[in-house]
């Protein structure tokens, strides 16, 4: 990953760590859609990618606690599924934000992720990874 991160950065006019926190947003926001297998397929053709993943996926949550405050936790986590399944465009600007990109590099930075991931994983499984974000094709022009 650090040759595309690398490209990405000059590309782009950005900071190597800038490209790296934006290849890990996209990652996750993949991640999120895909099916297991074709992100498995990704991750596996990607050396680096899985690594970038699990830097920003959060642990898994404790276990619910008792009285208010449990109740409190099971409401925000569910407002924030809520939110997560606004689909597509809430999930392309929580990517755009999560980056550090402007939206216009977000997109560049996305078309260019996709190229790099063709070039290494083929069409097929980037092409089912595309199906799986609603409003992808819109973003990507």
Known sequence: MQEFITRAASALGISDTVAQQATSALL???SKT???TDMQQ???KLPGA???L???QPAP????AAGMFGALGT???SASSALGSLGGPAMLLEFVSKSGLSPQQGGTFAKMFLDFARQHAGDDVVEQIIKTIPGAKAFLG
């Open 28 to 30: 996750d926001m993949v």
């Open 34 to 36: 895909a099916s297991a």
């Open 42 to 44: 990704l991750l596996g």
């Open 50 to 52: 899985a690594d970038l």
């Open 54 to 56: 699990k830097a920003v």
């Open 61 to 64: 949550p404790p276990p619910p």
């Open 75 to 77: 409401m925000v986590s």
